[in-house]
């Protein structure tokens, strides 16, 4: 067993003391014929630290393109020739996308907005639609704004918003290169106003942007060091007409590798697959992942494009005998 | 009457869209294949629906 795997079982598993960046980028470059022993321990450590229940979330886009900013792996940025239009969704087909979410038994439902921050649009629509969901439906709400002033950050409290959604989307040495609009530093803003706020914080990004495998582990690293209650994990689907729209997919053993290491980097947090998932690793990948330290789906569609059916990734849980998490356990 | 390539907007007739049919699997149109223009789309958890000002809305199928 390479040593690297040997420490993480004593510190990880044993202890539940996260790898460092080191240790992470070492997980990051073992061989081929040494993954699967990382994703076994790292599923270990996802069952000793997290449980057996994997939280399934369904989200949805309240405000759909015309974004200001720049990210380049974004269809939704109106800098960019992309196809995707600008659109807003009503309120009650926002409850009916909760519903519909609900009736999958996820206990999540976050509400995303493609915008640099809300304006008074938004949070009104926010107000209006979070109330009419909570009057209607059985979920916990979350929501995705962009950049928050302290006193959105309140209202969304107020709101009953219990978890917010702020993508660092990769390392603080490879942001600019991806987003040239506004500053890793700023995204880390909104992320301290949230965490002292009281909502849970969920903050991942997207893996294959063109980071290195050094910048991966880096990333890793600064994610552990925010200590976020949720960890997305998106893998790059190149949008047409996107600055990264021709990139390469990530590599699929890549994609289990930083699986592997993102949960040895964060022995505790809800590891989720997010975008991109059907495109890298393909129809078994849902399963390599989620028996490889990952413990939280998004079912159904994303925000522009299309997912696997609900009942596909549901009746995979079944078959691994992984219950999904009840609302009474998040409450 | 396909006359656009609902992904990438460009004509059926010319050209392979043999990878824009496959991503469709994973992705909502995004063109209207009778006039080309972009519709708008709307994705929800459970399915999408496309408007085009010509040529009307229509959903995923269920
Ligand atoms: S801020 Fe969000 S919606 Fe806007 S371009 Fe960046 S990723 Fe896309
Ligand atoms: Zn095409
Ligand atoms: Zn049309």
Known sequence: ?331 | MSTWCERCGGSLAEGDHAACEAARRFEPPRFCPECRRRMKVQVLPAGWSASCVGHGSRRSPA
């Not at chain 1, 795997?5 to 990051?28: H, I, P």
């Open chain 1, 1 to 331: 067993m390479p040593e690297i795997l040997d420490l993480a079982r004593n510190q990880v598993l044993e202890r539940g003391v996260g790898l460092d960046e080191e240790g992470v980028l070492a997980v990051l470059r073992l061989p081929d014929e040494h993954i699967s022993g990382a994703l076994q321990l790292a599923h270990e450590v996802r069952m000793r630290w997290c449980g057996p229940e994997v939280e399934v979330e369904g989200i949805v886009s309240l405000k759909t393109g015309g974004c200001p900013e720049d990210c380049h792996f974004c269809s939704q940025s109106g800098l960019f020739t992309s196809p995707v239009r600008s659109v807003w969704l009503d309120i009650p087909s926002l409850v009916e996308a909760a519903k519909q979410t609900a009736a999958t038994g996820a206990t999540e439902f976050c509400i995303v907005a493609a915008v640099r921050g809300p304006d008074e649009r938004l949070m009104k629509q926010m107000r209006e639609g979070v109330a009419a969901i909570k009057a209607a439906v059985d979920i916990q709400v979350a929501a995705s704004l962009g950049m928050l002033s302290q006193s959105q950050v309140d209202e969304l409290v107020e709101m009953g918003v219990h978890r917010y959604n702020h993508n660092l989307e990769t390392c603080r040495s490879y942001f600019a290169n991806v987003v040239t609009t506004h500053t890793w530093e700023e995204r880390w803003d909104t992320l301290r106003m949230v965490r002292d706020s009281g909502m849970e914080v969920c903050c991942g990004g997207i893996l294959g942007l063109g980071e290195s495998i050094e910048q991966r582990a880096e990333f890793a690293a600064q994610l552990a060091a925010l200590d976020p209650h949720e960890v997305p994990l998106n893998f790059l689907n190149p949008r047409p007409g996107t600055p990264l729209g021709d990139r390469p997919v990530v590599d699929g053993k890549d994609a289990l590798r930083a699986i592997a290491a993102f949960r040895l980097a964060m022995p505790r947090t809800i590891l989720r697959y997010a975008g991109g998932r059907e495109i890298t690793l393909g129809d078994l990948g849902t399963r390599d992942g989620l028996l490889g330290g990952i413990n939280a789906v998004i079912v159904g569609n994303y925000l522009t494009t299309l997912g696997r059916p609900a009942e596909e990734d549901l009746a995979l849980l079944d078959d691994l005998k992984m219950p999904v998490k009840a609302l009474s356990a998040t409450l």
